[in-house]
């Protein structure tokens, strides 16, 4: 079961810039999408945003325009490229593999916290 590493999060003031990564072993191999969810303590866990494999990438409402995901499959990894960040983007971004049978059975990562401050 491929377990997702997530790295990038830290705290910037609103209208600065974060680029997420996530890295999970057999990706590439495995020809999975990849999707990003954000959680705020106490609340559901929302989606943000996925590149299916094969796929266009496609965002939720709240964060088309600013921010980007893209996929470096040499490394097994997708970014999430976060500009002209809110106070409410603040929250535990989170990674998970999507697509196939063994895709969707991969477990979530720990998250990496963001931050944002006005």
């Known amino acids: 079961q491929v377990q997702p590493v997530e790295s990038g999060g830290g705290s910037v003031q609103a209208g600065g810039s974060l680029r997420l990564s996530c890295t999970a072993p057999?990706?590439?191999?495995?020809?999975?999408?990849m999707a990003w969810y954000r959680q705020v303590a106490g609340n559901q866990r929302d989606w943000v945003s996925s590149?299916?494999?094969?796929?266009?990438?496609t965002y939720a409402n709240s964060v088309k325009g600013r921010f980007t995901i893209s996929e470096d499959r040499s490394k097994d990894t997708v970014y999430l490229q976060m500009n002209s960040l809110k106070p409410e983007d603040t929250a535990l971004y989170s990674c998970k593999t999507i697509g196939g049978t063994w895709c969707s059975t991969g477990a979530w990562g720990q998250g990496t916290q963001v931050t944002i401050s006005s």
């Open positions: 057999g990706f590439t191999s495995h020809n999975c999408g």
């Open positions: 590149l299916a494999r094969y796929g266009v990438p």
